[in-house]
């Protein structure tokens, strides 16, 4: 089957530094994406993992680990703008199907002054 | 112009109405998709297709049909809408299954 899991909220301080968890259960992986999404309006790419580490991209960072199932986004230097949902999605590997992103239920992030 | 452009972004319609949902990219890429997004429940693929030949159901099909007319071309019907169809519809395009998805900007739904 397949499952991802990331909280629902997180509320966090301007200026601060956020932490995302992301776990993943599915059958088969390629690779794990992050999206942001603002509310109404459409996802878009923040970053890809592919192999074990982290990889940082400015104020986002993203760390993933194939062995535990495991991701996190890292936001430092928090901004009012950077309220919003972040979703994880990951493409499994098998079948047809192979790259179609799975999404996890996103977890809204509220930054407060 | 937008990558991927959804028409239209905003429709209200009355149960049992036939309604389409359109969708065109600029990216050249073959693969489609139709998501919809409900408040807690994430985004739920409906159709996918990975080319003009190739049609394929999502996780909630059922209630809703596809046509691919172009390489370009995805729209998403609902034959018959009903008020639980009400969300944010997303079309988004992907080059292959390592280059994620870019998504049009959404249609908001609401059946009433």
């Known amino acids: 089957g397949q499952n991802i899991d990331q909280p629902t909220e997180m509320t966090a301080t301007e200026g601060a530094i956020v932490q995302i968890n992301c776990t993943y259960q599915?059958?088969?992986?390629?690779?794990l994406f992050w999206y942001q999404q603002h509310a109404g309006e459409a996802p878009t790419f923040l970053s890809y993992?592919?192999?074990?580490g982290l990889e940082e991209k400015g104020r986002f960072s993203s760390f993933l680990s194939r062995s535990k199932g495991y991701s996190y986004l890292l936001l430092k230097e928090l901004q009012m703008k950077d309220s919003a949902s972040y979703l994880c999605?990951?493409?499994?590997?098998?079948?047809?199907?192979?790259?179609?992103?799975?999404f996890g239920k996103g977890t809204k992030l509220s930054v407060k002054p | 112009d937008a990558d991927v452009t959804q028409t239209p972004r905003n429709r209200i319609t009355k149960t049992g109405k036939r309604i389409m949902l359109e969708c065109s990219q600029t990216?050249?890429?073959?693969?489609m998709y139709w998501y919809r997004q409900d408040p807690g429940l994430g985004l739920r693929l409906i159709y996918y297709?990975?080319?003009?030949?190739?049609?394929n159901k999502g996780e909630i099909s059922d209630g809703y049909s596809v046509s691919r007319q172009a390489q370009a071309k995805f729209s998403l019907s609902l034959e018959s809408a009903i008020p639980n169809q009400t969300a944010l519809y997303f079309c988004?395009?992907?080059?292959?299954?390592?280059?994620?998805?870019?998504f049009g900007s959404g249609t908001r739904l609401t059946v009433v």
């Open positions: 599915t059958s088969g992986f390629n690779g």
């Open positions: 999605a990951v493409t499994p590997n098998y079948g047809g199907s192979q790259g179609n992103l799975i």
């Open positions: 988004a395009t992907s080059a292959s299954a390592n280059y994620g998805y870019t």
């Open positions: 297709s990975f080319d003009v030949k190739d049609i």
């Open positions: 990216k050249g890429h073959d693969r």
């Open positions: 993992n592919v192999l074990d």
